[in-house]
């Protein structure tokens, strides 16, 4: 049930700096850090006119403007979370050095370098409505609505399976050495279901990170029942996830998709039903008023900024790409290219800030941050700045 509000401080501020003197604790060098004119959003006009130096121009682009909504995770030194803050603070901070940013799963945060003014916290919710290929969470407290993510879905175990079952069978035949079949006893979820679950667990516990506390409060969706014991125990693969997602989240608060219609009809909110579309009132508008439910402050959505997230796809290390071939064999899938961990977060001087996909001839291959296209196929390691780790792709709509 919500909690009784309590009136504390809504944003995280830093104490004046002297004008004389200076502070040691807000120096830092430049030497692989993040600079300011890498703090701006995703999208590909100022990213571009970053990439070519010129900070003004994309300050101007109306994909910055728009991204000024935006809050930032704070940290304090310790790297223990504070209040969020907008964006044009935290750049203000970057600036003076107060702060340093930094990305943390493509997401742009700031870590304080002098001690905040105040350390309390408000009560944050998390509101999420999962679905089959599209999923939204909101993250809100009583006075703003901080983040709403839009993610897709993990589609594709289910093909990558069977592909897999198909090709021990053929091997199977083989007059060769090979593997044993595995018992399948003890398997009680099917990998495609597992992998659906384990994404948004994994989507949750990284909030967990960017803010001090959350409260989880989850839209229950359900399968159709027979009215037996034993067929109703675990007839359907979303029933069994859901129940594992349950688990590992403490039993969070529930509500049913007609409370969650209720909710939102009483705000006058409409939503989206093309479930492929990414804005506010496909997914987030459900995830955002279960969060409003749990904290409360809101009549209507102070934020409709949407963040989509992306799931890369590693594939599994093979001697040959199904089929055997001829000749020297050519690397194909694992986690790392060239000592990078794929889906890592790179500034290039070129292409500005992408991803880690394959590599080939020494070289590696770099992914737009926004759809995912490949850039290049020859770009050198050490023209590569690492910014941080992912295995998402962070766009902000």
Not at 18 to 28: F, H, N, V
Not at 149 to 171: C, P, Y
Not at 282 to 293: E, G, I, K, Q, R
């Amino acid at each position: 049930m919500p909690k009784e509000k309590t009136k504390v401080k809504r944003e995280t501020s830093l104490a004046k700096v002297p004008a004389r003197g200076r502070l040691k604790a807000t120096e830092r060098a430049n030497h692989g850090r993040l600079v300011v004119s890498e703090c701006l959003p995703s999208s590909g006009n100022a990213c571009s006119s970053v990439a070519k130096g010129s900070t003004t121009k994309a300050l101007n682009e109306p994909s910055y403007r728009k991204s000024l909504n935006f809050f930032v995770p704070v940290f304090d030194r310790e790297n223990r979370p504070l209040m969020p803050t907008k964006l044009p603070r935290a750049l203000k901070w970057a600036k003076e050095n107060k702060a340093t940013p930094f990305y943390k799963k493509g997401l742009l945060c700031v870590r304080l370098n002098v001690e905040p003014s105040a350390r309390e916290t408000q009560d944050i919710s998390v509101g999420v409505d999962p679905g089959s290929k599209e999923e939204g969470f909101s993250v809100k407290s009583e006075a703003h609505t901080f983040w709403n993510f839009q993610a897709a879905a993990v589609t594709w175990v289910k093909d990558a399976i069977k592909t897999r079952r198909e090709m021990r069978r053929g091997r199977r035949f083989r007059k060769t050495p090979c593997r044993k079949q595995k018992s399948i006893q003890g398997r009680s979820m099917p990998p495609s279901t597992r992998a659906r679950w384990q994404w948004k667990l994994r989507i949750l516990k990284w909030i967990d990170t960017l803010v001090s506390h959350t409260d989880k409060v989850i839209e229950d969706i359900k399968a159709k029942t027979k009215g037996q014991r034993k067929w109703d125990k675990s007839f359907s693969p979303l029933e069994v996830g859901k129940q594992w997602f349950y688990e590992q989240l403490k039993n969070p608060e529930l509500k049913q998709g007609w409370e969650t219609k209720e909710l939102r009809d009483s705000l006058g909110l409409k939503k989206n039903y093309r479930k492929r579309s990414r804005n506010f009132n496909t997914h987030c508008v459900d995830s955002w008023v279960l969060a409003n439910w749990m904290v409360g402050g809101h009549v209507k959505p102070d934020n409709t900024s949407v963040i989509y997230l992306t799931p890369l796809r590693l594939h599994r290390r093979q001697l040959h790409r199904l089929q055997a071939t001829q000749g020297v064999r050519k690397p194909y899938g694992g986690t790392r290219s060239m000592g990078l961990k794929r889906g890592s977060l790179v500034k290039h001087p070129k292409y500005a800030l992408c991803y880690v996909g394959g590599t080939m001839d020494g070289k590696v291959s770099l992914h737009s941050i926004q759809d995912g296209h490949r850039l290049t196929q020859n770009a050198k390691v050490e023209d590569c700045r690492f910014r941080a780790y992912g295995s998402w792709r962070t766009n902000y709509v």
